[in-house]
């Protein structure tokens, strides 16, 4: 009766229409009598409008509208999950390149495209920062103009959006008992989301309210947005939200949203925007980071202190970036017991394309600077890089972060496991080098997630859930967790999501949240059946409700056992009927914490890596990578080891190849797959190696945590330490290129 | 842009006869027109293997080959992979190693990895490496993608 559907590699829910072409991604979704709409842009990032003139476009046959800012609502309005500082279309100035200034809406894509070339902007280009020194410089001109801050935002004369100051103990004081003290500077580069699925939106008016289709990972924050900019109830606001061909973050938030819902509303008619990936990289990126730390250790390499000062580059809007700021940076000083630490976090402005949240959100970009630091320490007291770690490493339950959740996870298994598949401590030939990194990020700090599960007549069963699948699998990990509660075979669940006028409201699909806390709430829901049933089976077999237990598909009576599905048949009388059970997963915020709540729990990370450098050119040949992350348990191994994999080798591109590049426009110049390279099958490491740790101790269903995002935290410095043990030489820059390398090798240093 | 070509060319087994746009890609003949929307587009630019199809027994991107240019050729799309209506063996065996993630980029990896069967019937991990190379995953689920590519060749011929 019992099916063991926890901790089983099934194939994923929805797997079969992504082998079939069957899936049905945004692009896909046919709409009657829709128009379709391109941007225009500028082509430099700072500009003043000085005159739009659309006669020309709106003139050529089948273009059916043309907006520019005039045409909105005035003033017209701004949005954002941070500060509402982003303007639906460019008012008056252009503050980074590809921001649209106008749109139009034509019967095909190709007029379309004809009709924006048509569109004449008069504008004056202004010098651009897309620096953080060129940001914070005191003679910077300001990214924004101060009337879009916040009235008594005492930073609105700067390019800092925000400041945030953490830590604890005494800083100074612990540097002047410090037997060492290695201070140093780490860039982390730009680089994007590169989704292969492009972004875009399709919306059309729909009775006195609007429904809109896009790619979107929160369609809930999305239909929130949305009604406040159109001034609509949420309840004539639908959303819906196909599954996503990847999001990695960068389609949590909404761009050219609301421009599409005023468009589909003053023409009457669907519109439809689908980016190229060229106007996808000007819509979404990671945060760059400039990060200047200062590590005290002992002689006998515990930690004295950790002194960071944080840069991280956001765009010209805030969008989620002063979060990925904040929390990014919350744990800068590593999962370690370090007695005194200093964080200032700054935000910084620029005239570049709006950053917003990224797998890892914020903590790679810390990562790389105090793990390689560390190191430093470690070379210089001469102690072994993988036991400074394990030395310093937090253990179960200790409040590594004053006042927030403590260690969840016995971490140093997760690094002793890394450390023997990578044979750390044995002898390397010439020119290869080993190295070992740790990371720890926090999970959703708060969170609502509600689900609906329905056990149909006939013992089969639906979820309902807000969560967006975007390739994590939350699809077949929610029908696991349902079909081992209520005894239904996985064929015989199916998973329903992405519409909320459908599914009850998810806070969010991020942060690794969703096995968590929407999981925790469809297991409430099949809890709920659980007691219907228990019901159930008291008035058909008249035995008092105290006497049954129903769990995992099994009802157990004094003398005998039956299945939750042949129980639940009995009891639906000739009208047939259903058992719908409610179910909610909540992680409540605490008041005057710096990030608004603790910890839900910890991804833990483990990486380590073997390294050869040719060292004629600098090129790099991953040999062994090896990613360990603690799941606490994996509700399917199978796709588990995809988002490792993944992760991994996510992180070994950033690593290794990707960064935009500026002009003197402060233009992108690499925009798009040609020029901004990502890896392929061609650049895997000859060995990729990823395990977890399993002892049950996460908040989620069954023992689980999150684990979505481990596996990119540490690669960096994993590899920047592979490096320097092969070539002797620290690189605090990335990528690390052939030229980076090279050079590294000829300067020595 | 009115201007018209006569195509004839067959699609999955199904031949078409229609009028379509000279600048229609076969990307957008087979997206747009025919309504096959399995058959992926991203870059545009032949970069990352969306796109994917076999076109007389070759892979190409389609949407570096304009449709006109398919005229009296024989397509094969990811929807013409099927084989009486079930998954053959290496959609199935993309299902069992969870190659697919997010799925977009699938079906052009399965184009690119038919094509390989077709021609290497017993390939190694870096044939497979080599073959795929022009179908970014920004998932990267490149080892289990590889794996299946393995598994059905050798169920297909062991």
């Not at chain 1, 109830?233 to 949590?252: E, S, T």
């Not at chain 2, 084989?83 to 184009?111: E, T, W």
């Amino acid at each position: 009766m019992t099916i063991e559907a926890i901790g089983t590699s099934y194939a994923r829910t929805g797997g079969l229409e992504r082998v079939t072409g069957a899936q049905q991604y945004l692009a896909d979704i046919k709409v009657n009598d829709v128009l379709q709409v391109k941007l225009v842009t500028v082509p430099c990032a700072r500009a003043r409008i000085i005159s739009i003139d659309t006669s020309a476009a709106a003139a050529l046959p089948g273009v059916r509208l043309v907006v520019t800012a005039d045409d909105l609502p005035q003033p017209v309005p701004r949005f954002g999950p941070h500060a509402e500082d982003r303007p639906v279309i460019a008012v008056g100035r252009v503050n980074y390149h590809g921001e649209p200034v106008a749109a139009v809406a034509a019967e095909t894509k190709e007029i379309a495209e004809a009709a924006a070339r048509l569109v004449e902007v008069e504008y004056e280009e202004l010098p651009a920062v897309v620096t953080v020194d060129a940001a914070l410089a005191p003679d910077a001109f300001l990214v924004q103009d101060p009337a879009i801050r916040r009235p008594d935002d005492p930073l609105a004369e700067t390019n800092m959006f925000s400041e945030h100051r953490f830590g604890w103990g005494e800083v100074e004081a612990a540097a002047a008992e410090a037997d060492l003290i290695v201070e140093n500077t780490y860039e982390y580069p730009m680089v994007t989301q590169f989704a292969i699925e492009p972004h875009g939106c399709i919306a059309a008016p729909d009775g006195d309210g609007i429904v809109v289709w896009s790619t979107i990972q929160h369609p809930f924050q999305l239909q929130k947005i949305l009604a406040k900019v159109l001034g609509m109830p949420l309840a004539k606001v639908r959303v819906i939200a196909p599954d996503l061909g990847g999001g990695f973050g960068g389609k949590q938030w909404p761009n050219v949203q609301p421009l599409c819902a005023f468009m589909a509303l003053k023409a009457g008619r669907p519109v439809r925007l689908v980016m190229t990936l060229e106007e996808a990289f000007q819509a979404v990126r990671r945060t760059s980071a400039k990060v200047h730390i200062r590590t005290g250790v002992k002689k006998d390499g515990s930690l004295a202190f950790e002194d960071i000062v944080s840069n991280f580059l956001v765009g010209a809007y805030a969008d989620i970036a002063d979060r990925v700021v904040s929390k990014g940076n919350y744990l800068a000083a590593g999962p370690y017991n370090v007695p005194a630490v200093r964080i200032i976090a700054r935000g910084v402005l620029s005239n570049t394309p709006p950053a917003t949240a990224m797998r890892g959100f914020g903590v790679p970009e810390t990562a790389w600077a105090r793990e390689m630091n560390l190191d430093d320490c470690a070379l210089a007291l001469g102690i072994d890089r993988l036991e400074i770690r394990l030395r310093n490493l937090a253990r179960y339950q200790d409040e590594f972060v004053p006042g927030d959740t403590p260690a969840d996870g016995r971490w140093e298994q997760t690094v002793q496991r890394a450390a023997e598949l990578i044979d750390w401590g044995e002898p390397l030939p010439p020119n290869c080098g080993r190295g070992i990194a740790v990371a720890a990020k926090s999970g959703p700090t708060t969170g609502l997630s509600y689900s609906i599960v329905r056990l149909l007549g006939d013992g089969s069963a639906i979820v309902f859930s807000g969560t967006s699948d975007m390739g994590q699998g939350a699809r077949t990990v929610f029908a696991q967790i349902a079909a081992e509660e209520l005894g239904v075979p996985m064929e015989k669940m199916a998973v329903v999501m992405g519409d909320t006028a459908v599914v009850p409201y998810d806070q969010q699909t991020s942060a690794s949240r969703s096995t968590v806390l929407m999981g925790t709430a469809v297991l409430n829901a099949c809890r709920d059946i659980q007691g219907q049933i228990r019901s159930v089976a008291s008035r058909l077999y008249g035995v008092d409700e105290e006497a049954i237990t129903v769990d995992r598909g099994v009802v157990r009576l004094p003398d005998k056992e039956l299945s939750v599905v042949e129980v639940a048949k009995a009891g639906l009388g000739k009208m047939g009927g259903e058992y719908v059970g409610k179910g909610m997963g909540r992680k409540d915020a605490v008041p005057g914490h710096p990030l608004q709540g603790t910890a839900a729990f910890f991804e833990f990370n483990c990486t380590a890596i073997e390294v050869q450098v040719d060292p004629g050119t600098g090129e790099l040949t991953v040999l062994r990578h090896v990613t360990v992350g603690d799941t606490g348990k994996s509700l399917n191994p199978m796709q588990v080891r995809g988002q490792d994999d993944g992760a991994a080798i996510q992180g070994l591109g950033h690593a290794m190849m990707e960064h935009y590049i500026f002009d003197e426009h402060g233009r992108v110049r690499n925009l798009g797959a040609i020029d901004y390279r990502i890896p392929t099958s061609k650049d895997l490491p000859l060995e990729l190696i990823s395990e977890q740790i399993e002892n049950g101790d996460g908040p989620g269903p069954y023992g689980a945590k999150g684990v979505s995002e481990g596996a990119i935290l540490c690669v960096a410095p994993a590899l920047g330490a592979a490096v320097r043990d092969a070539i002797g030489v620290a690189i605090r820059d990335l990528p690390l290129s052939p030229e980076r390398v090279w050079r590294a090798m000829r300067d020595g240093k | 842009m009115s201007d018209r070509f006569p195509l004839d060319l067959t699609v999955n087994g199904q031949r078409h006869q229609v009028d379509v746009p000279v600048y229609h890609t076969l990307l957008d003949f087979l997206r747009d027109d025919l309504g096959l929307t399995g058959t992926k587009e991203c870059c545009v630019v032949g970069e990352c293997g969306a796109c994917t199809v076999i076109v007389d027994g070759r892979t190409v991107n389609s949407c570096l080959m304009l449709a006109v240019e398919a005229d009296g050729c024989e397509v094969i799309t990811v929807e013409g992979l099927a084989v009486d209506g079930k998954p053959n063996p290496l959609q199935r065996a993309f299902l069992d190693h969870g190659s697919a993630q997010c799925g977009f980029c699938i079906p052009g990896q399965l184009m690119s990895a038919q094509g390989l069967l077709m021609e290497n019937p017993h390939p190694t991990a870096e044939d497979v490496h080599e073959a795929l190379a022009g179908n970014l995953c920004r998932c990267a689920g490149y080892e289990q993608i590889t794996e299946a590519v393995l598994a059905a060749a050798e169920e297909v011929a062991p």
